[in-house]
């Protein structure tokens, strides 16, 4: 497929030419840590402010959730619990100030909740209207609590003049408590769940963590230059064409930087992902040498052969930079993206297609602490192409997981979707707190439609299911049979 442009969103491709992956100064851009005392921005903090600049008023990362408390939670006592988690977390209670040098850092502001309906809601953030819910009180049910989680979700920060989160609390008549909260990805990341929804939850702050003060660390040129050199000989080499529509690029690679895949509207599915199945797979992964999280990476590559018939083509994976004594007082989102091309030989045992497709995981890992924005700045400087990519694969952390069940009672979630597909379709295993995983697609009805989004659900479940029982079958038997069972 071809990347068309707008008239409407022609002048934000020219802008994110002059910043795509750059922006930053050189030495700036090779910053792994925050600087604590002055509030300046990581690098990953600082791409993902850049982008935002790009699109203020896009909604494509606010990352929405509905948590449910049962037993003796109350709405006190939840509120409680919020506004501790709030004071930990300078990343949930400050705004971004640009200095007159461009360089933008975190301020603290204070800010408090409020009472909508004594008892009853309770409010925090700049929030948009959610109409019938203000008036119903202890009666609003779970479709109403949803409608007002979604318009969180669907409206967005002004990140210089409001605090990156925003939440309503409900009481319902039995006592139930339901918290509809939406923050912003430059404070969060599937990393840091765990230190801010661990106070939510439990009521109490972590265990306190000895943090040793560390230097800003930086990430050489040499590395720089192998990332690079890794880049052109895989994800970003002249011969990539799209897995959706098995196309080469019909843009010059200077055109390509001005029409990167744009945000467009997105919706979500489900697919159930059998148990028996993922432990099935895991002693594949072992079998294989590889984590399960890296061979699900795996199936999610052949799934893209199985959907589409490209056995040669680039996943956009996304990676954590976190350093574990980095607590979410410190940093915020810690996120990168790996690109990585694979390349099946359909005539392979399965056992070996995969063994060579978590090799391809584990080589483009060694360059997952060099920043991609800074890895897009030295491809463009070489006259390369903007990626060639359309498909996102991830595995994920539930956003409880890791957290100990409290002693006041059971806490659940379901997620709230933006309404936006950043990609034109993404797939993405989640791990709960019971081990159990389930999948999620996103897609671009307008680039993939329901019926291929529904098929690659089905596909990917299917793989989980068969591939264990399939290790020496030729992969195209395989996917053969997958194609035509879904």
């Keep these: 497929m071809t990347n068309l442009l707008t008239d409407a969103r022609l002048e934000v491709f020219r802008r994110r030419l002059a910043v795509a992956g750059a922006g930053v100064g050189p030495a700036e851009s090779l910053a792994t840590s925050e600087t604590v005392s002055t509030g300046s921005l990581a690098v990953a903090e600082r791409r993902m402010w850049k982008i935002y600049q790009l699109d203020p008023d896009s909604v494509s990362h606010n990352i929405g959730l509905v948590l449910d408390f049962a037993g003796t939670h109350t709405i006190d006592s939840v509120i409680a619990a919020f506004e ?13 100030v640009v200095g007159a040098e461009g360089d933008p850092r975190r301020e603290a502001i ?16 700049a929030l948009p209207p959610y109409g019938a819910a203000t008036a119903t009180g202890r009666s609003i049910g779970r479709a109403q609590i949803r409608a007002a989680a979604e318009a969180l979700a669907q409206a967005p920060f002004a990140l210089t003049r409001e605090p990156p989160l ?25 990393t840091s769940w765990p230190l801010l929804l661990g106070t939510l939850v439990s009521g109490a702050r972590p265990a ?31 011969d990539i064409r799209y897995p959706l529509s098995g196309e080469l690029p019909g843009d010059s690679a200077e055109q390509s930087w001005l029409a990167p895949l744009a945000d467009a509207a997105g919706i979500r599915l489900g697919a159930p992902i059998e148990p028996a199945g993922i432990e099935a797979l895991d002693g594949v992964a072992r079998e294989v040498g590889a984590t399960l999280n890296a061979l699900l990476i ?21 990676a954590d930079n976190r350093d574990p004594d980095d607590g979410p007082d410190r940093v915020g989102y810690s996120g990168n993206i790996v690109p990585m091309r694979f390349r099946f030989d359909p005539a392979a045992t399965v056992g070996n297609a ?14 997952a602490t060099v920043d991609y924005g800074t890895v897009l700045t030295a491809l463009r400087t070489a006259g390369g192409r903007f990626p060639v990519a359309e498909i996102m694969a991830s595995v994920r952390n539930a956003p409880l997981r890791d957290i ?15 309404g936006v597909g950043n990609y034109p379709l993404t797939l993405a295993f989640e791990r709960g707190a019971d081990d159990r995983v389930h999948l999620e697609v996103d897609y671009q009805p307008e680039v993939v439609g329901a019926e291929l989004a529904r098929s690659a659900g ?9 591939i264990p029982r399939a290790l020496d079958r030729p992969l195209d038997e395989l996917v053969r049979t997958i194609r035509e069972s879904t």
């Excluded at 501790?84 to 971004?96: E, F, K, T």
């Excluded at 609390?169 to 990341?189: K, S």
């Excluded at 199936?299 to 018939?309: K, P």
């Excluded at 089905?458 to 068969?466: C, D, I, P, Q, R």
């Design 84 to 96: 501790l988690m709030v004071r930990d977390a300078a990343v949930l209670s400050s705004v971004i």
């Design 298 to 318: 795996g199936v999610c590559a052949v799934s893209v052969y199985a959907l589409t018939g490209a056995a040669d083509h680039v996943l956009l994976v996304p």
């Design 458 to 466: 089905e596909m990917v479940s299917a793989l989980v299911a068969a």
């Design 404 to 418: 100990p069940a409290p002693a006041r009672g059971r806490v659940s979630y379901e997620s709230v979707f933006h």
């Design 110 to 125: 204070e800010h408090t909740g409020r009472w909508v309906e004594p008892g009853a809601v309770w409010e925090w953030g």
């Design 166 to 190: 925003r939440a309503r609390i409900f009481a319902a008549a039995d006592g139930a408590v339901t918290v509809a909260l939406v923050v912003h990805h430059l404070a969060v990341d599937d």
């Design 208 to 238: 306190d963590v000895v943090r040793p003060a560390r230097p800003v660390t930086a990430v050489g040129s040499d590395e720089i230059d192998r990332a690079l050199r890794h880049a052109q000989d895989t994800w970003a080499a002249d």
């Design 354 to 367: 995969l063994r060579a497709a978590v090799s391809v995981v584990y080589r483009a890992m060694e360059f």
